[in-house]
């Protein structure tokens, strides 16, 4: 009873959405009805269109978070173990930070055109910043007493890097890993939609030509689901890597 | 030093691991800004002795121990370390501190075996049942009583077998009974292994317990130093044990008073 109780809310609008839609009190000219949406989802499945346009999508998405975010890993893990790379890089990336990455698609489309690159280098963007300022805090609020008793125990250099500063800024950097997941489909969707010849923001956009809003609503609905998996992922990781921390238990 | 060696592997554990040093604080100076901690502090510990330092919050206590462990160094003076009766000469100095300091996220026994080469797990797991643990090997920090999580971290200093141990308050945050039965186990240990000791206190009870020499610090030096003729193990409840008890902590609360009159 308990478990069926968060989703009486969303079958009942999904009833009263098809109801609506078959008394046509809703035209399906502005929201399709969720059979129609169904159906199409189905046969774009069935024809294998929709796979290539998620496959794609996923792809650009992966490639995006992995070097934005293994930069953002890479400047935060920097900035955050050494005073010096702190002073040189902080301000600036900070200036950099409160820059909407969404008000450089002007530049980003010069620099880059209309393709891959520039999908990459926006979703790169957005990812980036999550990452590596929660690597960074991270970095900075590891128990000063574990390191000193680190020490004590003869831990320097990279053996103090791997069994207490890295575990201790884990907590942070996943917090980081579950915002910027969030970020990655925001910015691929903008990006998708600028400009793609494929990809779920292509299927959408030519969705909108055709007037298919079932096309759409699937797309929309898509990426929905695929943001869904994404957390779910990053909580699978916090999970296994924090199952020390109680807070991260499994069990009830 | 070359027969001491030779000789270890014969010996039975007890008197293998008799290995502690002496301590000289030769004329310590410590400041944290203009306020001074320790003022041309002196103090000599004998090998295999207990010492308990008493003394109000901010006396220096603390940076005593800091300073002998090296995680600071002093302004002035010097600290030796007696040779080691072990293979390196090299004193093995272990600290405990009030908060056990285990990492939360390896289980008890990677906590006990840290810093060291993997070969010596059986080692840990062995010093871990002494400490009353052994079935916990496997489990998070997280899951221990805060007493427990202290007998690890005791566990893991004496997995070095230290030549000296020193005890920053390790009890100060148990509650009375774990705190009775800690001091039991450190006492057990300390006679069976005979390290050095230096325990850091706000008990008076606790250093007479404990200790063979019970130490008063104030303005930075010492100001009391009484030695505890008090045959162990030692019962609180007994005359002596309540004279001795009332004598020094009078010491410390006379200070006290006599500066509120100076106010």
Known sequence: ?252 | MQTSLSSKALLPEETQTRRGVAVEINDISTAYGTRTVLEHFNLEIATGEFVAIVGRSGCGKSTLLRLIVGLQGPQSGSITLGRAANSTGRPDVRIMFQESRLLPWKRVLENVVLGLQPALLPHGRKVLAQVGLAERAHDWPATLSGGQRQRVALARALVHDPSLLLLDEPLGSLDALTRIEMQELIEDVWRNRGFTALLVTHDVAEAITLADRVILIENGRVALDEIVHLPRPRTRGSARFAALEERILGRVLQRRSMEKEQW
């Open chain 1, 1 to 252: 009873m308990r478990r069926a109780l968060p989703w009486v809310m969303p079958i009942a609008l999904l009833v009263a959405w098809q109801w609506a839609s078959s008394t046509g009190l809703l035209s399906s000219r502005f929201l399709p009805a969720p059979r129609d949406v169904l159906s199409a989802f189905v046969k774009l499945s069935i024809s294998g269109e929709l796979w290539s346009h998620v496959r794609i999508s996923t792809l650009r998405a992966l490639s995006g978070f992995a070097v934005g975010g293994g930069l953002g890993l890479a400047l935060g893990l920097l900035t955050g173990s050494l005073r010096w790379a702190e002073t040189l890089l902080d301000t600036t990336l900070q200036m950099i930070r409160n820059i909407p990455a969404l008000a450089l698609i002007p530049l980003v489309i010069l620099w880059f055109g209309i393709d891959e690159m520039a999908k990459l280098f926006l979703v790169s963007l957005g990812v980036f910043f999550p990452i590596y300022i929660n690597t960074f805090h991270g970095i900075r609020s590891v128990d000063r007493g574990l390191l000193e008793m680190g020490k004590t125990y003869g831990l320097s250099g990279w053996r103090l890097y791997r069994e207490i500063i890295l575990p201790g800024a884990l907590p942070s950097i996943l917090v980081g890993v579950r915002f910027s997941l969030g970020f990655m489909w925001v910015m691929l969707i903008v990006a998708e939609t600028i400009s793609a010849r494929s990809g779920i923001g292509y299927m959408t956009m030519n969705a909108r030509e055709f007037m298919q809003t079932d096309v759409m609503v699937v797309g929309i609905l898509l990426y929905a689901l695929l943001g869904k998996l994404a957390d779910l992922l990053a909580k699978g990781l916090e999970r296994y890597w924090l199952r020390w921390n109680p807070a991260y238990q499994t069990g009830q």
